[in-house]
């Protein structure tokens, strides 16, 4: 083992003076000590490209919520799942019976809970208007304060602060069956009209779509998670599949900045449409380097 | 003796929790607050052992009895956190957005490259790589067969994800091509999950057959 030797420990902390013991055997064995300074990486030069493909996307979507404020009227295509949502409410406010909206088991953080916390409030304005009782159980104490705070802004943003009730919005618990059969439970006691499934769902999909389906309420469900979208499928009136769900809060709100968001993310599907129709035709030829750029990013 | 008692006490509870399949029932509903409850109780047990304890309370501690100064550095998270306490005083539960914006800001940063990585720029790497592999001559008349229908299936199930154009004419031909596809693989994916709940069941039923009535 001669020679220089390099290695980098983990975690590198800035001004960390690190005795570095080298046991070495050649002709004869020896001990050496040495002292080392190890500075800290502000930038992970290995997600380089990753973070330029971010700028980029990022920049597209700033494009488009830009254009879109400027007035231009933007096209966006036909959700079934979503023109229920006014059905849902009608049935229940008719019915006089209350509705229900779970969020899943996901974080305040997760992608799929801010895109149900976003239809929530949509869907919180029209229950303002017509006084339906809008139940949510919360899998997180986070989530709660969050969608207490969102439900809040909705009915006032209605002018109706007076039909808020904070305590139709809940902690239940975050245990994941626990919540499932907690739900369960409220569901068959309190029977509401629509029940919305919307957020990040794992093996209580089906428990609680099934419940749902068995008490007759209509049921509007949509999830980023593909192992759980066939329940959904199966149980559910209609179902908003991966990206629909995302694209939920601009085709309920038509707000300019939130449209002109979705028109961004399907330029980044061109783009990513792009990449794989070139990338084909290229490796087909024997052109590698769109294979070698991706294998080096991952 | 504990260990007779925890079996007959999970046997009487798994058959409380399946009594619900004929209809909601003071068993059931016994069941259901109990296991509400205690994973509440346990929930909050937890945050303090692995929460509460090691990240804000250790440090604090550690800080002014072995002059471990750095510790102090913790005040500001817990700060951060403490503001969700705002919401019990009506006048300040504005503070209560400050931590959210927070978590949901970390949450968001930290999530972005990893989506970006896993989700695109190796889904598209492994999209690409069977025709590397055509090129190469590595694959039989049935794998190519295979990469291309997943070409297809990728290309006609991103179309069906366009939202800002109409789907009619081609894009909504190709559209349509992307839901049999989606819809092939949540059928396989469904039946997956269902082999998985049936083996759970027989896990349970085989519990309440030999653990407890000891029949088999």
């Known amino acids: 083992m001669k020679g220089p030797r390099t290695f980098c420990s983990s975690p590198v902390i800035q001004g960390l003076v690190l005795l570095v013991v080298v046991l070495g055997y050649a002709a004869n064995a020896f001990a050496q000590e040495a002292t080392t300074i190890e500075d800290a990486q502000w930038f992970d030069t290995n997600k380089i490209w990753i973070f330029l493909a971010v700028l980029l996307y990022s920049a597209t979507v700033v494009y488009c919520i830009y254009h879109a404020r400027s007035g231009k009227e933007l096209f966006i295509r036909r959700i079934p799942g979503l023109e229920a949502v006014d059905e849902a409410i009608g049935r229940a406010t008719e019915m006089g019976r209350s509705i229900m909206y779970i969020l899943g088991l996901g974080g305040v953080s997760n992608v799929a809970t801010i895109a149900s916390m976003n239809i929530l409030s949509q869907v919180a304005q029209k229950t303002a208007d017509y006084e339906t009782p809008l139940r949510v159980p919360c899998n997180d104490p986070i989530v709660m304060n969050v969608v207490r705070e969102m439900v809040r802004t909705a009915y006032l943003n209605e002018g109706r602060p007076d039909a808020y009730n904070e305590e139709n919005i809940f902690f239940l618990t975050e245990s994941q069956f626990a919540y499932a059969a907690g739900v369960d439970g409220m569901m068959v006691r309190e029977e509401p009209a629509a029940v919305f499934l919307q957020g990040s769902f794992f093996a209580e999909s089906l428990i609680l779509a099934e419940t749902g389906n068995s008490i007759g309420a209509i049921q509007i469900a949509g999830t980023d998670k593909e192992h759980q979208l066939p329940f959904f499928i199966a149980a559910c009136d209609y179902t908003l599949i991966g990206e629909e769900l995302y694209a939920a809060s601009a085709y309920l709100s038509r707000e300019p900045m939130l449209l002109g968001s979705l028109k961004g993310q399907d330029y980044g599907k061109v783009m990513i449409f792009g990449a794989i129709v070139i990338g084909v035709i290229l490796e087909l030829f024997g052109i590698t380097w769109l294979t070698t750029f991706f294998q080096r990013v991952n | ?216």
Not at chain 2, 143 to 154: E, H, R
């Open chain 2, 1 to 216: 003796m504990w260990e007779l008692i925890g079996i007959w006490l999970a046997a009487l509870l798994t058959l409380c929790i399946f009594s619900f399949l004929y209809r909601d029932n003071p068993f059931y509903r016994f069941a259901e607050h109990l296991f509400v409850g205690v994973s509440v109780g346990y929930g909050i047990v937890l945050t303090v052992h692995q929460g509460l304890i090691p990240f804000a309370w250790n440090p604090l501690r550690d800080a002014f009895t072995q002059q471990q100064w750095i510790g102090l550095v913790k005040i500001i998270p817990i700060c951060i956190g403490a503001l969700f306490f705002a919401r019990l005083f009506p006048a300040h539960g504005w503070l209560i957005r400050y931590p959210i914006a927070i978590l949901i800001g970390v949450g968001s940063g930290l999530a972005i490259p990893n989506v970006m990585r896993a989700d695109i720029f190796e889904q598209v790497l492994g999209t690409l790589t069977p025709f590397a592999q055509i090129h190469a001559g590595e694959l039989d008349p049935f794998q190519i067969f295979g990469a291309i229908l997943m070409l297809l299936g990728v290309i006609s199930t991103l179309t069906y994800f366009f939202f800002s154009v109409e789907h009619r004419g081609v894009v909504g031909g190709v559209s349509k091509i992307g839901i049999v596809f989606l819809m092939i693989g949540f059928g396989s994916a469904f039946g997956n999950t269902v082999m998985g709940r049936v083996s759970l069941l027989i896990q349970r039923v085989d519990f309440l057959l030999a653990d407890w009535l000891h029949l088999i």
